[in-house]
């Protein structure tokens, strides 16, 4: 290549282009040098010095400056430079105890910790795990099985004056024993069913607490799978709140108890602390309890049946405890009672602890356990009270029952004494007018009544029964499988002033709507079809009498409580709106029966607390509160949350409960509850029989009391309830009679001295919708009702045999739940049903109220008749 041809050499610094930048820089000092190009120390990405000259480096190119940027920078030999970005970082100054991020590396070397780094923190965690298990291994005692003996107090309850009512707990019903009078088949009964590695484990379970930390974390639950050892400490040392700390507590005492104690002496304790239901702690106090002896003369079948209920005595005793869940009924818990021991005695044999021809003897008879007895101080109507508070204590709050009966609480309860008095001397007294236990007809008769504030909703009295001391034990008061009768009819009128029919387009209906009073009436669906039974002939509606009542005003048939009106005006407005009604009111709706045509009878079994609180919310113009029974907790003086009044609820607007109450007042001024009227003061109520007078009921208020009263027979043996024809030397007893003549009496005592402030005036609501085949009306200037019958028909015996179960309708709706089949239908109508509403002494809560969107539609409606079709007054 020619010499003219060649490139000039480009002078250092990057070239031409560099030096115009020079130039333009020293003379405008527009342009800046390239970064790295000046020398400068204070330059962004330092120059540094190079060898022991010093010279400056710079640049051939922008290119390769900017790679130099990217690169850091010319690397740094000394502290001269201040360096950035990934280089190098300098030599700290003072040498640093964990050197991180590293100092002598580049880039994410920097921030990778080192080998020692790590072992050294492993090291250090470690270390403070064993020191923290050290220290809570040395802080905590071994617990001894005479501390829950020494701390056991009684729970003291207040009536709601604050005056004591009864001091109660399990501090009289424990006694410890020692391991050699515990037989042997005790032991190894509970190490067989809960911890058959008793003799070999360390007395901890770490993957049961594992399980139980991580269901705590998910708000589950963290019972169970725990060892002999930790049940021991639970039972002696702890509090049952579910928290973490609690649960680390139990390990170490555990693992200390494993290392201090003998196996045999943490067996002694667990079984003498245990608790094992009716008040008993401790194998020698539950011997005594269940089978009148000592615990060292306990069979291996009694042996079996005591370990049996440590699974949880409430629903493993045979007598039942439904004053505490109702699903603890007698028949039930025999049968998880007897499974449970038959297994226990197969595990022991399995075991190698029974021999063959012990394990025949031990299974030959279920060991039935003696009958419940009272309490000391658990008499008469303090007995219900006691159970009935305790329940709602226990389903306010996070106490376990054993916890609860170690003691130590104070209860302020709701219970006014005079009003309680009042009740059971008014069921005494008339009792005694009427029933004459010699008779064969008028044994086994019971009563069960309860009083509810309005606008409250504070339980201020009720009966539950003979009381504990005559053997009686289930709460009447607060308990389940009564029917209701008739005196569900309010529900089905408030549901079509609210609703409407399916013919008014969601317009209310008006009390003056006639509709067909006689008897014998077919049914029929909203689209004309009938209702039919099972066999597909059409299912006839009974009233009580054949009386021909014709087109008769839904206000006199509420009045002389007659059936087949409500029951069509139920198809009419839409089961399900009636029951909508009835929960938004207070009734549980696990009470209910099926939604077929019966639904509108009264066929549902709430309890009378629950009655009493939903009738309530008639007085209070629409205003419903939850029941309840105690207003404050305390343990060992601290007051515990959780006790708050429920709040108080618009149910259904203020007219309709208004327009009801003017309804039930005619009830007792012209209709079934005359009797009511000696009260001498503006009340309302209503009255209810069930088919087969089988039961009978009276609720009624005031505006200050809602009190309802329920009376039946029922087979002590079968728990089945029986007829109440002929009792008390009538061809039938009817709500009218002796429950209205109970409710007077006490609503005598119970308001003496206080106001009558009357009812609101109830505005006019509704319109006309007369039923099928009703007379067209003619307009006048004012409704007026037809006059009373000259002869109102006397009650005739009730039907003894329930009309035939209807088909399932046509018109129910598919994803109606509660539209069941007819096999459904039957069940919750006696004790045996399926009923657990009302159980609770007002613990559990009715739904807030909400609108119904389906006015006068007909789901679950298209059901007819039920076991009690014939349910009258």
């Known amino acids: 290549m020619s010499e003219h041809r060649r490139k000039p050499p480009q002078p250092q610094g990057g070239g031409r282009a560099a030096a115009r930048?020079?130039?333009?820089?020293?003379?405008?000092?527009?342009?800046?040098?390239?970064?790295?190009?000046?020398?400068?120390?204070?330059?962004?990405?330092?120059?540094?010095?190079?060898?022991?000259?010093?010279?400056?480096?710079?640049?051939?190119?922008?290119?390769?400056?900017?790679?130099?940027?990217?690169?850091?920078?010319?690397?740094?030999?000394?502290?001269?430079?201040?360096?950035?970005?990934?280089?190098?970082?300098?030599?700290?100054?003072?040498?640093?105890?964990?050197?991180?991020?590293?100092?002598?590396?580049?880039?994410?070397?920097?921030?990778?910790?080192?080998?020692?780094?790590?072992?050294?923190?492993?090291?250090?965690?470690?270390?403070?795990?064993?020191?923290?298990?050290?220290?809570?291994?040395?802080?905590?005692?071994?617990?001894?099985?005479?501390?829950?003996?020494?701390?056991?107090?009684?729970?003291?309850?207040?009536?709601?004056?604050?005056?004591?009512?009864?001091?109660?707990?399990?501090?009289?019903?424990?006694?410890?024993?020692?391991?050699?009078?515990?037989?042997?088949?005790?032991?190894?009964?509970?190490?067989?069913?809960?911890?058959?590695?008793?003799?070999?484990?360390?007395?901890?379970?770490?993957?049961?607490?594992a399980r139980a930390l991580g269901n705590m974390v998910r708000g589950g639950d963290t019972q169970g799978g725990s060892t002999i050892t930790q049940q021991f400490v639970k039972n002696t040392y702890l509090s049952q709140e579910q928290t973490i700390s609690r649960k680390f507590k139990e390990m170490f005492i555990s693992i200390k108890v494993g290392t201090k104690l003998s196996k045999d002496e943490i067996l002694q304790g667990y079984l003498n602390t245990s608790y094992y239901g009716r008040g008993a702690y401790g194998i020698q106090a539950a011997a005594q309890t269940y089978y009148g002896k000592d615990a060292v003369k306990l069979t291996p079948s009694?042996?079996?049946?005591?370990?049996?209920?440590?699974?949880?005595?409430?629903?493993?005793?045979?007598?039942?405890?439904?004053?505490?869940?109702?699903?603890?009924?007698?028949?039930?818990?025999?049968?998880?009672?007897?499974?449970?021991?038959?297994?226990?005695?197969?595990?022991?044999?399995?075991?190698?602890?029974?021999?063959?021809?012990?394990?025949?003897?031990?299974?030959?008879?279920?060991?039935?356990?003696?009958?419940?007895?009272?309490?000391?101080?658990?008499?008469?109507?303090?007995?219900?009270?006691?159970?009935?508070?305790?329940?709602?204590?226990?389903?306010?709050?996070?106490?376990?029952?054993?916890?609860?009966?170690?003691?130590g609480y104070q209860i302020t309860t709701t219970f006014e004494k005079d009003k309680v008095d009042a009740l059971a001397r008014a069921v005494k007294k008339v009792e005694k007018e009427n029933i004459d236990p010699k008779r064969e007809l008028d044994k086994h008769v019971q009563f069960g009544a309860a009083t509810v504030k309005p606008n409250d909703g504070a339980i201020v009295a009720l009966y539950g029964g003979a009381g504990f001391e005559n053997g009686h034990f289930n709460n009447n008061a607060d308990t389940s499988g009564i029917p209701v009768g008739s005196t569900w009819k309010p529900y089905v009128m408030a549901a079509a002033m609210q609703h409407g029919t399916y013919k008014t387009d969601g317009e209310g209906v008006s009390p003056q709507s006639k509709y067909n009073g006689d008897d014998n009436l077919e049914v029929r669906n909203n689209d004309g079809s009938l209702v039919l039974k099972k066999d597909n002939t059409p299912f006839r509606q009974k009233n009580e009498s054949p009386y021909p009542w014709g087109y008769i005003t839904l206000r006199k048939a509420m009045e002389q409580s007659v059936n087949t009106p409500f029951v069509q005006l139920g198809m009419d407005v839409g089961m399900k709106n009636v029951a909508d009604v009835a929960e938004r009111s207070g009734i549980l709706k696990d009470s209910f029966a099926g939604l077929n045509a019966s639904f509108a009878l009264g066929t549902s079994t709430p309890s009378a607390i629950r009655m009493a609180d939903s009738y309530a919310t008639f007085a209070a113009s629409g205003k419903q509160a939850d029941p309840y029974s105690v207003t404050s907790v305390k343990h060992k003086g601290t007051e515990l949350p959780g006790f708050a009044k429920p709040r108080i609820k618009q149910a259904m607007p203020e007219n309709v409960a208004n327009n009801i109450t003017d309804m039930l007042e005619n009830v007792i001024e012209n209709g079934t509850a005359q009797h009511a009227k000696e009260l001498g003061r503006a009340a309302a109520g209503k009255t209810g029989t069930t088919d087969e007078n089988k039961s009978a009921w009276f609720v009624g208020y005031t505006k200050q009391l809602s009190t309802s009263v329920a009376m039946f027979r029922e087979d002590p043996k079968s728990h089945k309830l029986l007829s109440m024809n002929g009792t008390a030397g009538k061809d039938s007893i009817h709500g009218g009679d002796i429950p209205t003549e109970v409710w007077t009496e006490f609503m005598k005592a119970a308001l003496k001295g206080e106001p009558d402030p009357g009812f609101p005036e109830a505005e006019k609501i509704g319109e006309i919708a007369d039923g099928l085949g009703a007379p067209t009306p003619t307009p006048t200037a004012t409704e007026t009702e037809e006059p009373t019958p000259s002869a109102p028909p006397s009650p005739t015996k009730t039907e003894t045999t329930a009309p035939p179960e209807p088909t399932q309708s046509e018109t129910c709706d598919p994803f109606d739940f509660r539209c069941r089949d007819d096999e459904e239908e039957t069940g919750g109508t006696g004790p045996g049903g399926t009923d657990t509403g009302g159980t609770d002494g007002g613990a559990s809560s009715s739904p807030d109220p909400t609108?119904?969107?389906?006015?006068?539609?007909?789901?679950?409606?298209g059901n007819g008749g039920g076991l009690f079709g014939g349910t009258a007054d």
Not at 851 to 861: C, L, Q, W
């Open 302 to 407: 009694e042996c079996a049946f005591l370990a049996a209920l440590l699974k949880g005595p409430t629903y493993y005793d045979p007598a039942g405890n439904q004053n505490l869940d109702t699903s603890a009924t007698a028949d039930a818990n025999r049968k998880r009672s007897e499974d449970r021991w038959g297994w226990i005695l197969e595990q022991m044999h399995g075991d190698g602890r029974l021999t063959d021809a012990e394990y025949q003897e031990a299974t030959k008879k279920y060991p039935v356990p003696q009958d419940r007895k009272a309490i000391k101080g658990m008499t008469g109507q303090i007995s219900y009270l006691v159970d009935t508070a305790k329940r709602y204590v226990l389903k306010n709050s996070d106490i376990t029952e054993a916890q609860f009966d170690q003691g």
């Open 21 to 209: 930048r020079g130039q333009s820089g020293s003379s405008s000092g527009r342009r800046a040098a390239p970064r790295g190009a000046t020398g400068s120390p204070s330059d962004s990405y330092g120059s540094g010095s190079r060898g022991s000259g010093g010279e400056d480096h710079t640049y051939g190119s922008r290119a390769e400056a900017r790679r130099a940027a990217q690169r850091g920078g010319a690397r740094r030999a000394g502290p001269a430079g201040p360096g950035r970005g990934r280089g190098r970082a300098a030599p700290p100054a003072k040498k640093r105890v964990i050197d991180y991020p590293r100092h002598d590396k580049d880039g994410w070397r920097r921030w990778t910790p080192s080998w020692k780094l790590v072992s050294g923190l492993c090291i250090a965690f470690f270390g403070s795990l064993v020191a923290v298990a050290g220290i809570g291994y040395a802080m905590v005692s071994v617990p001894d099985e005479g501390h829950a003996a020494a701390t056991s107090e009684n729970n003291v309850y207040y009536w709601a004056d604050g005056t004591q009512m009864v001091a109660t707990g399990s501090g009289q019903n424990r006694q410890n024993v020692t391991i050699d009078r515990i037989p042997e088949a005790m032991q190894w009964a509970v190490i067989s069913a809960e911890n058959k590695s008793f003799y070999d484990d360390s007395g901890v379970d770490p993957m049961g607490i």
């Open 851 to 861: 609108e119904s969107g389906e006015p006068g539609n007909s789901r679950g409606g």
